[in-house]
């Protein structure tokens, strides 16, 4: 496995086929990942290790939060909101009123909770999420991608150019113009004085200050996060082809006064070969001033982490999660697979996409050979069973 990574540790999260859309950090070890095809995941350890909770839906989720250590809400396409109040170990569906895919859900205080959406879709909660109603802000229909508040402040923010913004916790909401017109918002981040937002198109996303101050990025897929007034990040993903594949490169910039300046902190990250570019799934979020995480789609970074940053930890989420390790050893034409405790069943490929590529038996072995010849080169997903009923996935790259 070819892992750089420095000053952020490298952990890539396998869920198999499904992509990561949302995520948030509950506590200094507890942080929540959620995606497609119903996926929620939670870590116990700082993002070391993850664990599948149960999930009463199988449509996209979007976006997670939490108000208390008990009490978080999920949402989703086809208007699924979830609400739990034992810290994800039951997820019970409310009714939004709404079938429209839900993409952000942020919170003045433990009762007044906010969704923004599809087809202008923007929804309230003043009983705690209990019950939602459909407010009509919007005029038009557009694609409302992301809501903040900080304070009594917020802003939601979507396609065309659109931008609201309320000084009284969303009694009343206004219409912010945007200078230069771009089509493309979202990913917010509020300071005390300025508010932060990704803007831009499909493959051009220049950050934005206060809707007006270009800073001249020029990003295909990004995110910002600011950690008080002054200090902030900014995380870019671009792609380079690479023998029909997309080798994925992470940059991660930093500003220490309000995003009057921005520096590169690191030299970028390659976080390995895909078969399409990043989409505009890219989150960066800290808890604190040491910890924090970047996700696009199917790769998810953690930063630094208590090992040595040459020698990242491997995380995966599984439906029963494997309490041991395996090995991947990388041949001409083939590669092979050392279990250190249980005996092997079955091994399945998927492409990054999803697809199974391969699937084979085997008789209670602790060490297979597979014949990969007929592969393309890039990344897979290798999913392993074994005889105690787990099963484990591992990212392995074909040169």
Same mark, same amino acid.
């Given at each position: ?7 952020? $540790?490298?952990? @890539? ?17 507890? =942080? ?31 976006? =997670? ?12 396409? $086809? ?6 109040? #034992?810290?994800?170990?039951?997820? !019970? ?8 895919? *839900? ?32 407010? !009509? ?7 409302? #991608? ?14 065309? +150019? ?22 493309? *918002? ?7 004085? !300025? ?56 940059? @991660? ?23 399409? &570019? ?13 910890? +924090?995480?970047?996700?696009?789609? &199917?790769?998810? *970074? ?44 079955? =091994? ?27 592969? !393309?080169?890039?990344?897979? *997903? ?18």
């Amino acid at each position: 496995m070819n892992v750089q990574a420095q000053d952020w $540790n490298w952990g @890539l999260v396998q869920m198999g086929p499904d992509i990561m859309y949302g995520i948030f950090p509950q506590s200094i070890d507890t =942080v929540y990942v959620v995606g497609a095809n119903g996926m929620i995941a939670q870590s116990v350890d700082m993002g070391n290790t993850w664990s599948r909770m149960t999930s009463p839906v199988s449509t996209d989720l979007e976006d =997670v939060l939490f108000l208390t250590h008990e009490t978080g809400f999920i949402v989703g396409a $086809n208007g699924v909101i979830l609400k739990t109040v #034992n810290a994800g170990v039951n997820w !019970n569906i409310i009714d939004s009123g709404t079938s429209s895919r *839900l993409k952000a859900i942020a919170a003045t205080n433990l009762n007044n909770i906010w969704i923004v959406g599809e087809n202008s879709t923007v929804l309230q909660s003043v009983d705690g999420g209990n019950s939602w109603q459909v407010k !009509n802000i919007v005029s038009g229909i557009v694609t409302l #991608n992301d809501i903040a508040f900080r304070g009594n402040v917020g802003y939601f923010v979507g396609i065309a +150019g659109t931008a609201y913004k309320t000084e009284d916790s969303g009694i009343s909401w206004v219409v912010q113009p945007v200078t230069p017109t771009v089509y493309y *918002l979202h990913n917010l981040s509020i300071t005390e004085n !300025n508010v932060f937002v990704v803007a831009g198109y499909v493959h051009d996303s220049p950050i934005y200050v206060n809707f007006a101050y270009n800073s001249n990025f020029d990003l295909q897929s990004s995110g910002v996060f600011f950690l008080n007034n002054n200090t902030g990040y900014v995380v870019r993903f671009a792609g380079l082809t690479c023998w029909g594949c997309y080798d994925i490169m992470c940059f @991660l910039f930093k500003t220490t006064d309000c995003g009057s300046s921005w520096k590169q902190v690191r030299d970028e990250i390659n976080v390995g070969s895909y078969t399409t &570019l990043p989409g505009n799934y890219t989150k960066i979020t800290f808890f604190n001033d040491t910890i +924090g995480y970047i996700m696009n789609g &199917l790769v998810l *970074l953690k930063v630094p982490y208590p090992k040595n940053p040459w020698d990242p930890p491997h995380t995966k989420i599984n439906e029963n999660e494997a309490k041991h390790s395996v090995k991947i050893i990388d041949l001409k034409n083939s590669f092979e697979i050392e279990s250190s405790q249980y005996s092997i069943l079955w =091994v399945d490929i998927f492409t990054v996409s999803g697809e199974k590529v391969l699937s084979k038996n085997f008789n209670n072995a602790m060490h297979v050979k597979i014949n990969s010849d007929f592969l !393309n080169s890039g990344m897979y *997903l290798v999913k392993i069973g074994f005889t105690n009923n787990e099963t484990t996935t591992v990212k392995w790259i074909k040169k």
